[in-house]
């Protein structure tokens, strides 16, 4: 259970007020050009101008990257949980252009949103404390889980999420896992078929995957949507960062639906005591324990045992 801290302790005897679904700015406050004088700020959505003013400010010292607050936009409003408000922000840097990279922002397991560039930060402001991570107050109870959900359901509703939020029912719920030291393994639970590959032949056998309803329930909460579709865990640059990899690591391929994520892991030999002995971020952990458990629970099965291999076609994964 995440520990509060001060700040989330003072705000538990604030009044709580619900998501408030704000109307959509049709023209963002960042579209005017920034002039040479001293900047009016303007009211937006919710946002008196003297809170907007508050908002930029705050901002930019908490970043500490030499923001001016005069470069600040909200662009997006996305909420008030209890006494936080969720916003995003844009820099407009004077005199240079946008460079177009999306920036995906996703907290612990659940993808928030996909904003346009780098230009484009999620911020949290508490009136009379000025602006907060959202990570932090998440960490310190200020946020909860349902805040999150609630976060993600704005995003999604001003469309700046992609791909969407799970939403497969459990009767319709199948998933497809590849692991390995070259993908060798394979178990789709839609076709209830294992397959193995040797090094001339291939062996197959019928398995049903016990309890599809943990299964799903985790997938759910796994928010399958926020994770890149490759990294490596253990590296706090690892998205998109495979080159390299591909033919020295140990791998896992899971798909749902429209989605696969490719996982390569830092040891051949990673099983589950291993991976709680890494300092791995919770996002990955909890991708990790899933697919662990998942080739666990198959190659523990009779029906994976009833596949006789002959040696001399048996792969090894070296490590």
Known sequence: ???????????????????????????????????????????????TAEQVEDICVTYAERVNLGYKPECCFIEYDLGVYGAAHVNIIKYVKEGKSEVKMEKTISLYGYYICTLPSFSYDLNVWIE????????????????????????????DRQKIRKGGTFDTK???????????????NTY?????????????????????????????????????????????PGSEHSEGTTAGLRNTNYRYKLKIGDKTITCYTVRLTLDKSEMMRQEYRPHYRKFFELVIDIKDA??????????????????????
């Open 170 to 184: 459990l009767e319709d719920f199948s998933f497809n896992l590849n692991w390995g030291y070259r993908f060798s």
């Open 1 to 47: 259970m995440k520990k509060r801290s001060l700040l989330s302790l003072a705000l538990l005897g604030c009044t709580l007020f619900s998501c408030v679904d704000q109307e959509v700015i049709e023209e963002s406050s960042s579209s005017a050009s920034i002039s040479s004088g001293p900047r009016v700020y303007e009211a937006f959505g919710p946002y």
């Open 128 to 155: 009379g404390q000025g602006s907060f991570d959202l990570q932090r107050l998440y960490e310190t109870d200020v946020i909860t889980d349902d805040d999150i959900k609630a976060i993600i359901k704005e995003a």
């Open 188 to 232: 789709d639970s839609g076709t209830s078929l294992i397959k193995r590959e040797g090094k001339t032949n291939n062996y197959t056998a019928s398995f049903s995957y016990p309890n599809m309803g943990n299964i799903y329930q985790r997938v759910k909460d796994l928010d399958i949507y926020s994770y890149a579709d490759e990294f490596r």
């Open 298 to 319: 198959i190659e523990s099965s009779a029906e994976w045992n009833s596949m006789n291999i002959p040696e001399d076609d048996l792969l090894v994964d070296y490590g």
